[in-house]
């Protein structure tokens, strides 16, 4: 069997048919905004879960298509065969009747907002190079000089950002018909911007292309934008009383973004990869989008594809790899110790209690912990569990999707407490270490693990390597983890560079009561003895070794210590 390619990276619904990937058909989004009959309508939706590919859906099903020179162009073959053409005739009868202006801002992403305005003039450009088959029907002169000079990027930024409403009045002049709107990735610019300092400028720009183009404009049939948040309160739709907005709470439309269970799993049949399924579920399933329980599509295409070529590919963090995740560490790095108590029950897999406000602004969201909470819980860091009322304030239980976020917020985690021990003075700890105080390592290391936040369940594997981490700078001294040596498996060995100076054996012990601590870490050090785990520094030609036996509980431990072992 020849199995169709899978679409890596592909956004434009025409290639995905007329090169025949496989494609999950979410077609029926158009009956469904159609009888929506929302003059503008906002979806808001992670990246990466089929915004951009709707919207070019949209277009080539809406569009009555024209090249440079006027002639009509036909695209309702690449429908054929999929879910639309079953939908009815009434439905059927929109198909290719519009012009359509199409603009897309998810390139928007410079340095200074005089680069994002120029980016801006390019997209806007372009999107009136596609119709320059109007110039010929243009019958006022400054019209037409205004409609060269915005396609030669030469007109100032108030007719750019009237440039909507113009291009619109220009269509329906030619058409006889009122064209429709899609605005791809809306908000791009707004967060790039924020995060660059000139968003209230930008603010400025889009609220003036918005309310040109899409409250102000008589020439427009209706809209539909993309985008990952609702920034309302930022007053980007003015008085727009008639703005659908369609978010991840919401069922409407909760099946056409992202894949549902029932084509996950078709399409790991497709691919004879049925056993994969299970794999797939654990990391990149988890969403809930209205009432609808949905997958990253993004993950699903890339993780099949390339386990499809090897049957031992182990899964990946993809969606992690598309961007900076920066808004994690950004969590992390404004945490005090309720935050960091909620972010490890998060990664113990437990969940969290929200108060929701749909309307976060990207100036909002570092105002509070809820505020980032919230911008996580609409850009896909979590899943909701639940949701109710309490007064007049919407709630919700909120938890980690799966496999592939909790491996953002450890790696993140891992990293912040990395240079959290760069920053501490850490001679203290050496030095107890060293001179095996036991009670000043004690303090230490509960010290520095009040101020962590523990990012896997509290097995002996994640004190491992948190000790471990901690142990990385000291001079003089190599670390070695679970090196096998004698008749098992040590934690760790501590060699120090000259082999005259005294060396270390780690072991350590989880305890499920604080009471039991102490016993635990007699057990540690009982079990290097009779394990023989110092074997191999004696071998080695380590003539000193003492032996560390180390009990947690949570974030609090007992040291032991056995005293130079000489040989």
């Known amino acids: 069997m020849e199995y169709k390619p899978l679409p890596i990276g592909i956004s434009d619904f025409a290639e995905m048919i007329q090169k025949e990937f496989y494609y999950v058909d979410k077609t029926l989004m158009i009956r469904d905004l159609l009888d929506n009959k929302a003059k ?37 073959h690449i429908f054929a065969g999929l879910k639309i053409m079953g939908a009815g005739d009434n439905y059927l009868a929109h198909m290719g009747q519009y012009p359509v202006i199409y603009l897309t801002f998810k390139d928007i992403k410079k340095e200074n907002f005089q680069d994002s305005i120029r980016q801006f003039m390019m997209v806007i450009a372009d ?62 610019p707004l967060e790039n911007a924020f995060s660059r300092d000139f968003y209230n400028k930008m603010i400025d720009f889009i609220r003036a292309l918005f309310e040109s183009g899409l409250k102000d404009n008589g020439s427009l049939d209706f809209a539909v934008l993309t985008g990952c948040l609702r920034v309302s309160k930022e007053s980007i739709f003015t008085g727009m009383n008639n703005l659908s907005i369609i978010s991840i709470r919401n069922a409407k439309f909760d099946e056409y973004f992202g894949f549902k269970v029932d084509e996950v799993q078709q399409l790991c049949h497709y691919y004879d990869m049925d056993d994969a399924y299970r794999i797939v579920q654990e990391w990149y399933d988890g969403y809930t989008f209205g009432q609808t329980d949905i997958y990253n599509p993004w993950s699903v295409i890339q993780y099949i594809d390339d386990a499809r070529a090897n049957t031992n590919w182990l899964p990946m963090a993809y969606w992690a790899n598309t961007f900076s995740n920066s808004i994690v560490r950004t969590l992390i790095d404004h945490s005090d110790d309720d935050d ?106 509960n010290d520095i693990f009040e101020e962590t936040i523990s990012y896997m369940d509290q097995n002996e594997y994640y ?85 560390y036996g180390i009990a947690f509980c949570g974030k609090e431990c007992v040291v032991h210590c056995r005293d130079n072992i000489k040989w």
């Not at 879960?49 to 859906?57: E, I, V």
């Not at 570092?366 to 505020?371: F, I, K, L, T, V």
């Not at 938890?399 to 760069?422: D, T």
Request: aromatic residues 14%; proline residues 2%.
């Open 340 to 445: 960091r108590m909620q972010i490890e029950e998060l990664l113990a897999g437990g969940s969290i209690r929200v108060q929701i406000h749909e309307d976060i602004t990207y100036g909002e969201i570092y105002d509070s912990s809820d505020n980032l909470w919230n911008f996580m819980y609409f850009t896909g860091y979590f899943r909701k569990m639940s949701e109710w009322m309490e007064g007049s304030s919407i709630y919700a239980e909120l938890a980690i999707p799966n496999k592939e976020v909790q491996y953002i917020f450890e790696q993140k985690v891992q990293s912040w407490f990395r240079e959290k021990v760069k920053e501490r003075d850490m001679t203290p700890f050496y030095t107890a270490f060293v001179n095996k105080d036991c009670a000043a390592l004690e303090n230490e290391i």
């Open 127 to 188: 999107e009136f190079k596609r119709h320059t088959f109007l110039l010929e029907s243009i019958d006022d002169d400054q019209d037409r000089e205004r409609y060269r000079a915005i396609v030669s990027e030469k007109a100032g930024q108030v007719e750019y950002q009237n440039a909507i409403r113009f291009l619109s009045r220009c269509l329906e002049g030619y058409y006889g018909r009122k064209p429709i709107v899609l605005i791809d990735e809306y908000d791009v």
């Open 40 to 76: 503008v309508t906002l979806f808001t939706r992670p990246r990466r879960f089929g915004k951009t590919l709707n919207m070019s859906m949209l277009k080539y099903f809406f569009e009555d298509d024209r090249d440079y020179h006027g002639n009509k162009r036909d695209w309702s």
């Open 463 to 547: 004190y491992h390597g948190v000790f471990a981490g901690l142990l990385t700078g000291i001079k003089g001294f190599g670390i070695r983890s679970n090196r096998e040596g004698g008749k098992g498996r040590s934690d760790l060995f501590v060699k120090p560079v000259r082999r005259s100076r005294e060396a270390f054996v780690i072991e350590f012990k989880v305890a499920k009561d604080i009471d039991d601590m102490e016993s635990m870490a007699d057990e540690a050090l009982k079990q290097i003895a009779e394990k023989k785990y110092d074997v191999e520094l004696r071998n080695d030609g380590y003539k000193y070794v003492s032996c």
